[in-house]
Every structure is written in C-alpha cells, then in structure tokens.
C-alpha cells in the first residue's frame, strides 16, 4: 500500500490528493446549494426516534422545503428548540394567528401521548413558524437514513469511512 504511493511522483500524488478535496467540496457545494433552494438551513434529515410512526419510521430520510410560510394542521414539520441541536419531525396539531399576528403551531410525534410542549423552550407554549420551524417535509425516502444513525452511535466508523475513501483516492490509477 504504501509502496505504491511511494513509487508514484509527486504530482500524481498532489493531482490525487486535490481529486479527494475535490469531491468534498462538491458534496459541501451541493448541500449549500440545496440550502438555498429550499430555504432551509437543513435540508435534508434524518428520523431519529420512533415518535412519528407509523408515518415514519428511525433511519428514514426526509425531504425539507421552508418557503411556503403558511403551515397547515397535518404537516409534518422539523423544528429546532433553542439550546438543542437536534431537529425535532412531528406534526402540527393546532395553529393560532396568522396573517398580521405571527403563525404559532403546536405540535405532536403520531406515536406520542402528549404534545410537544415539553419539548419546547422553556416558557415557550407555541412554535413561532418563521423562528422555529426549519422546514415542512415535501417527500422522505425510507430506511437511507441509517447510515447517519450508524455514523453518530459509532464515531470511529467515521475515522475508518473517511480514510477508506482517502485511500482510495491516493491508490487509484490514472
């Protein structure tokens, strides 16, 4: 393995290294570009529990769009609560105001009790739409998702992904 980068010159070895670098800014440039499209700052996320099923199941991956500002009671949406940096996918149960007054929304997981309430900032009653809620899933695809759930129970599966990939690179021929 290391005999073959070694044979190699230094320019093969500097063109594979910016091929590798390449390839992860296109991926960042991707997600941003998504980011704008959508008006989300995550566009894309992953089921991490099992409270909205059965219309969502752990591991599924979730499609956002947030410029459609009037939420409806049944949308799925994904929010974020100050202080964790989790996002949150459960349904709007109730929503209050609107037009002139801000859009407040209460929501609820499909396989929860309560509402979300608890969930919420503290002395928070209501989302604010335009302050929490990051975005309304348009679409998900299932079970994708695990590979994000298996990342962040596993941090060294990360270390081990990033330098097979990097391995790669560095040993493929021209």
């Known amino acids: 393995m290391l005999s073959s980068l ?3 010159q230094p320019r093969q ?3 594979q290294v910016l091929n590798f670098a390449l390839i992860l800014t296109t991926a960042f440039m991707m997600w941003k ?3 704008v499209m959508t008006d989300s700052p995550s566009p894309i996320v992953v089921v991490l529990s099992g409270s909205m099923e ?3 199941q752990r591991g599924d991956l979730l499609f956002l769009w947030n410029r459609d500002m009037n939420t409806q009671v049944g949308e ?3 929010y974020n ?10 349904r709007v149960v109730r929503r209050f105001g609107g037009g002139e007054k801000p859009l407040q929304l209460l929501t609820k997981g499909d396989n929860n009790i309560a509402d979300d309430t608890e969930l919420y900032a503290r002395n928070q009653k209501y989302l604010t739409r335009s302050r929490d809620v990051i975005g309304s899933v348009r679409g998900y695809v299932p079970m994708v998702g695990y590979v994000t759930i298996m990342l962040s129970e596993h941090p060294w599966l990360k270390t081990v992904m990033l330098g097979l990939m990097g391995l790669m690179v560095v040993l493929q021929r021209e």
């Open 33 to 35: 570009g998504l980011s």
């Open 13 to 15: 070895v500097l063109a």
């Open 6 to 8: 070694s044979g190699q």
């Open 54 to 56: 059965p219309a969502f």
């Open 81 to 90: 609560v100050p202080g964790k940096d989790i996002p949150i996918v459960h």
């Open 76 to 78: 799925v949406v994904v």
